[in-house]
């Protein structure tokens, strides 16, 4: 079978386990057809530089027997697999990156890629019991629809997903362009549907495999996950100087004395509030739109959220925060961040058919008391958007656009202590 990457039948695709023959064997079994695929088959790997708990691949199958046109001419393929963060920290050296900044605590790449091995068991079968879910219960939301969902398996057999593939139709947005006031509103209209099955029922509650939460993967990582957010702090601070010195030392104090993700598992009891399903990873990547007729770039129509691999029992405010510090520009979110809240929440009660069970003002309140851990969790993701070798920016003015991410977070620290003053929170 002819392949992009010249991959065999046996060889697994791009360094993982996963061969082709064995999609072939799941592909038919699922759409209940004898076709194979044929001899100009290929694999192409795709977002590379822009996930790190998969290997992503199109696969054309170049379908060959009975009744091959009414069979997806592509697919794409999802392989759980720490390769992919593994090699990006090679290739941009990352322990070198980061060794002038062992101060506080320690980091090194080795550590790092273990610790996501350890979770890509738990993600994956979150994300897996999430698309079930979904067409068991019939949910309106814009994700891709599943052909076949694999478990790792008892004897060492690697977790699979294949889906729709959306190539042709969507993109993800660069970093640095910011989501429009009205792609957002697309987001939170999808939210509010996951959100308003969260709330009418509790099944969900109890399915152990929906609670990849963030406080798992940290307890993963250990040490080494402070290491890397103090290090990506420092680095920041030294770089930057003119943008994050001496703002970010507050924050890095903090982080110091007290950092645990445990605090997020149950923040949504601590406010007195119902518990929501949450994506966790909510940002610019992780969000499809459809593509422009005729010119470069996408238009502000949500096709898909992809990777629910940190699905789980939330607090209302979480997936705000991570969507409106990764993927929006200040002035639209400082200016509108209460408009966001009202839309979001009109758009809750007209799926439940009544008052949600918690204010605007509650949200708000909800959104500023995780800001933190949210900006947090981030301060990593950030030092990787500014790295041209991944392809999250806009390539004609890279220097423009690494600047427009850096006065992003910037702006991010400043509202986290207008917040943490106006709440009572700074120490």
């Not at 890095?252 to 605090?263: Q, S």
């Not at 991944?390 to 690494?402: L, P, T, Y």
């Not at 850096?406 to 991010?412: D, G, I, P, S, T």
Request: glycine share 6%.
């Amino acid at each position: 079978m002819a392949s992009e990457t010249c991959t065999t039948e046996s060889q697994g695709l791009f360094d993982t386990s996963v061969t082709l023959k064995a999609i072939e064997k799941k592909l038919q079994q699922a759409l209940n057809t004898s076709a194979v695929f044929g001899a100009n088959a290929t694999t192409t790997q795709i977002a590379r530089g822009q996930g790190f708990l998969s290997v992503m691949v199109r696969l054309k199958p170049d379908w060959q027997g009975n009744n091959t046109d009414e069979l997806p001419t592509s697919f794409v393929v999802k392989i759980p697999s720490s390769i992919s963060v593994l090699k990006m920290s090679k290739e941009i050296n990352l322990d070198d990156m980061m060794k002038d900044y062992q101060t506080d605590a320690q980091f090194t790449a080795d550590a790092h890629v273990n610790g996501i091995e350890k979770y890509l068991r738990v993600g994956h079968a979150s994300e897996i019991a999430f698309y079930e879910l979904v067409n068991q219960e019939q949910l309106k939301m814009k994700v891709p629809k599943c052909f076949y969902l694999q478990n790792y398996g008892p004897s060492g057999e690697n977790g699979l997903l294949v889906m729709k593939d959306l190539c042709d139709i969507a993109a993800t947005k660069p970093i640095n362009e910011g989501l429009s006031i009205e792609a957002i509103k697309e987001v939170l209209e999808n939210l509010a549907e996951v959100h308003a099955y969260s709330l009418q029922n509790d099944q969900w509650l109890h399915n152990d495999k929906l609670k990849a939460t963030h406080s798992r993967f940290q307890k993963e990582n250990g040490d080494n996950f402070n290491g890397l957010n103090i290090s990506t702090m420092d680095k920041f601070k030294k770089e930057h100087p003119s943008l994050f010195d001496p703002l970010i030392d507050r924050l890095r104090e903090e982080y110091l004395e007290e950092f645990d993700l445990g605090f997020l598992d149950t923040m949504h009891e601590e406010l007195g509030l119902p518990p929501v399903l949450t994506h966790g990873d909510l940002w610019m990547n992780n969000m499809m739109w459809r593509k422009a007729d005729g010119r470069k770039g996408t238009t502000d129509e949500l096709v898909a959220i992809v990777d629910w691999q940190i699905v789980h029992p939330g607090c209302i405010g979480e997936d705000f925060v991570r969507l409106m510090c990764s993927s929006v520009d200040p002035a639209v979110r400082r200016e509108h961040l209460t408009n966001f809240m009202e839309f979001y929440h009109a758009s809750l009660k007209s799926k439940l058919g009544k008052e949600p069970p918690f204010t605007v003002e509650q949200i708000i309140y909800a959104y500023k008391r995780i800001f933190r851990y949210g900006l947090v969790m981030l301060i990593p993701n950030f030092l990787g958007f500014i790295q041209p070798e991944f392809g999250m920016m806009d390539s004609e003015d890279i220097d423009k656009s690494i600047n427009t991410v850096l006065e992003r977070v910037k702006c991010l620290i400043e509202d986290l202590y207008v917040y943490e003053d106006e709440l009572g929170l700074n120490k």
